[in-house]
């Protein structure tokens, strides 16, 4: 499975960014597709996952202002980021599990003013 994200980049507290991630080759093995963020000096962790059957979970710091959908027909994961703030900083990976993990490459997030 190889995952090419894109999306990243600089926005004032308070505005919007959208981040994708195209899936490609063995993408029937994947059950779960999210997003995990890791700050400098940390580990990565998840900031919102959704799976096959539509489940979704998010970490509690985004509930209510991040959102994360799929659109199946273009093997493709979004994570719709609203409401940014400044701890949302960080390089932000896309992930799918089937059965192990596979990770794209990540994208900077920069919440300034």
């Known amino acids: 499975v190889q995952l090419q994200a894109s999306g990243g980049g600089s926005v004032q507290p308070g505005g919007s960014l959208r981040l994708s991630c195209v899936a490609s080759?063995?993408?029937?093995?994947?059950?779960?597709m999210g997003w995990f963020r890791q700050f400098p000096g940390k580990q990565r962790d998840l900031v919102a996952s959704?799976?096959?059957?539509?489940?979704?979970t998010y970490a509690d710091s985004v509930k209510g202002r991040f959102t994360i959908f799929r659109d199946n027909a273009k093997n493709t994961v979004y994570l719709q980021m609203n409401s940014l703030k400044p701890e949302d900083t960080a390089v932000y990976y896309c992930?799918?599990?089937?059965?192990?993990?596979?990770w794209g490459q990540g994208t900077l997030v920069t919440v300034s003013s």
């Open positions: 992930g799918a599990w089937g059965p192990v993990w596979y």
């Open positions: 080759g063995r993408i029937f093995s994947i059950n779960v």
């Open positions: 959704s799976g096959n059957g539509g489940s979704t």
